[in-house]
Nanobody
Framework: QVHLIESGGGLVQAGGSQRLSCAAS????????MGWFRQTPGKERVFVAA????????TYADSVKGRFTISRDNGKNTVYLQMNSLKPEDTAVYYC?????????????????????WGQGTPVTVSS
């Protein structure tokens, strides 16, 4: 099991940028596929982006494609989500998730149930 801590959330104006970080500890971070999900009150957690253990494979939800970028630094045990051109509909609690021992799968990585390890979330509010 890996322990995940998100940071970087806060209030930002529409059109602005923000970078979220997710620091991992507990096990070898480089072996993990990492994902970002987000959730608004009363709704299910939805997929935002995912990255393979090497960083060589990434995928994004259509709603964020071209605006968000997921990356990782295995030397720092950290995964990032760079969010640009933010919109009010991006307002949510953002969660970092991790899964190890599985080959990066472009279908399964979209599913929250694929990830056994989760952070506590960091809220992002985009004002119009």
């Amino acid at each position: 099991q890996v322990h995940l801590i998100e940071s970087g959330g806060g209030l930002v104006q529409a059109g602005g940028s923000q970078r979220l970080s997710c620091a991992a500890s507990g096990r070898t971070f480089s072996g993990y596929t990492m994902g970002w999900f987000r959730q608004t009150p009363g709704k299910e957690r939805v997929f935002v982006a995912a990255i393979s253990w090497s960083g060589g494979s990434t995928t994004y939800a259509d709603s964020v494609k071209g605006r968000f970028t997921i990356s990782r630094d295995n030397g720092k045990n950290t995964v990032y989500l760079q969010m640009n051109s933010l919109k009010p509909e991006d307002t949510a609690v953002y969660y970092c998730a991790a899964v190890s021992g599985k080959r990066f799968d472009y279908t399964w990585c979209l599913t929250s149930g694929w990830y056994p390890d989760w952070g506590q979330g960091t809220p992002v509010t985009v004002s119009s």
